[in-house]
T-cell receptor, first 113, second 113 residues
Framework: SQQGEEDPQALSIQEGENATMNCSYKTSINNLQWYRQNSGRGLVHLIL?????REKHSGRLRVTLDTSKKSSSLLITASRAADTASYFCAKEEGGTSYGKLTFGQGTILTVHP | DAGVIQSPRHEVTEMGQEVTLRCKPISGHDYLFWYRQTMMRGLELLIY????????DSGMPEDRFSAKMPNASFSTLKIQPSEPRDSAVYFC???????????FGEGSRLTVL
């Protein structure tokens, strides 16, 4: 089964609004990453946050990590129609899983112009 | 850099036929991953290599699947014999280091009739 549940499964907003997606996981992690996938394309890396970090920013993206709650969130501010895509969190689990990423089911984001 | 290159982009075959998917990782990347994506199961890690050596193949569904990496610039994923339930998009990804971001190819969409 996939590590990490994401919610919501789908999110529909208007251009200019903020979008928040959440990801939960079950085991300890080394790092957590967020990826974006446009329809019919490969995944593109957005942000990596390590287990000892709590927040990272990249442009209009903000990622938080709460290891006590085993959860992460991705915030996209001032969304644009071009942000329409599926967003996935991926976890590198601790222990012997070094280098192995497991993906959540993803959130489908639709931004209406 | 051309990115991760996968071929073919689309493959339609009949049940029982052999399928070979190919991947050229980004030069200098030591890690190579094969993922499978379906609507039902999401993104599943099949196998990954480090310096051409398979590290974890626990995600390979069954003996019909095999993967090789004869050198640092080429990997294959073979399905023999193929079955309709193998229909999916197969992604190859490479990474420069463990715990780093993955660079995905555009995927190979396989349809087994």
């Amino acid at each position: 089964s996939q590590q990490g549940e994401e919610d919501p499964q789908a999110l529909s907003i208007q251009e200019g609004e903020n979008a928040t997606m959440n990801c939960s996981y079950k085991t300890s992690i080394n790092n957590l990453q967020w990826y974006r996938q446009n329809s019919g394309r490969g995944l593109v890396h957005l942000i990596l946050i390590r287990s000892n970090e709590r927040e990272k920013h990249s442009g209009r993206l903000r990622v938080t990590l709460d290891t006590s709650k085993k959860s992460s969130s991705l915030l996209i501010t001032a969304s644009r129609a071009a942000d329409t895509a599926s967003y996935f969190c991926a976890k590198e689990e601790g222990g012997t899983s070094y280098g192995k990423l497991t993906f959540g089911q993803g959130t489908i984001l639709t931004v209406h112009p | 850099d051309a990115g991760v290159i996968q071929s073919p982009r689309h493959e339609v075959t009949e049940m029982g036929q052999e399928v070979t998917l190919r991947c050229k990782p980004i030069s200098g990347h030591d890690y190579l991953f094969w993922y499978r994506q379906t609507m039902m199961r999401g993104l599943e890690l099949l196998i990954y290599f480090n310096n051409n050596v398979p590290i974890d193949d626990s995600g390979m569904p069954e003996d019909r699947f095999s993967a090789k990496m004869p050198n640092a610039s080429f990997s294959t994923l073979k399905i023999q014999p193929s079955e309709p339930r193998d229909s999916a998009v197969y992604f190859c990804a490479s990474s420069q280091t463990s715990s780093g971001e993955l660079f995905f190819g555009e995927g190979s969409r396989l349809t087994v009739l």
